[in-house]
């Protein structure tokens, strides 16, 4: 699961550090890729100050997140939801996993809840990203990276737009102290005996 990015068809947005002060690196956002999903074609309300790019992306409290935050880091798509006992289960380790390696890495939490209010209950307090309640792309995401079964926690490169794998969970669970650096360079971080041997311990979808 490869996208091939042309530089000529990638948006490119003006990067701000913590303070709001123009960056001299710009972000390209991958399209044809999980990342371009992101994007919001129709924002709720004018663009915040210090938003250069309006994203589907909400934080804990519900503010919307620029763009360009994922700039440099691996993606997490994390599909979840507050009813899975072994979403249950694993949240919490990636949560201290995530905020572990900040730096470098983002979970995107993308919910199977039944209601908003489900969905905000189980994320608080993880520091995870979430992708707006009310938007169609939950479901395009699930779709776009062929999601069958929860948790499962899939890794992107947010400045390329390669799916690296769909495997994370279980490299993380069996590969703590290495997979992050395999994502980097693009690999499982687990060999497949391991990854079969969590795959049957998921809540169907």
């Not at 074609?41 to 938003?51: E, F, L, Y």
């Amino acid at each position: 699961m490869q996208s091939l990015i042309d530089d000529e068809h990638s948006s490119t947005y003006t990067v701000r550090d913590i303070y709001g002060n123009d960056t001299d690196t710009p972000y390209n956002i991958p399209q044809n890729s999980p990342i371009s999903l992101l994007v919001d074609d129709q924002p709720r309300s004018p663009t915040s100050p210090g938003i250069e790019m309006s994203s589907i992306l909400e934080d804990e409290d519900g503010n919307s997140v620029d763009l360009s935050f994922l700039k440099g880091k691996l993606v997490g798509f994390y599909f979840s939801a507050g009813w899975c006992p072994p979403c249950r289960a694993f949240s919490p380790q990636l949560s201290y996993f995530a905020n572990g390696h900040a730096r470098e890495f983002v979970v995107i939490f993308v919910s199977s809840d039944h209601t908003e209010e489900e969905m905000k209950t189980f994320v608080k307090g993880k520091g995870f990203l979430h992708v707006r309640w009310n938007s169609s792309v939950r479901h395009q995401l699930v779709q776009y990276l062929s999601v069958t079964s929860l948790p499962t926690l899939t890794i992107c490169n947010a400045d390329t737009g390669y799916v690296v794998t769909n495997w994370g969970r279980t490299a993380m669970l069996m590969n703590a102290e290495n997979c992050l650096h395999e994502w980097q360079r693009g690999l499982n971080g687990i060999s497949i005996l391991s990854y079969l041997g969590l795959r049957d311990l998921n809540c169907m979808g």
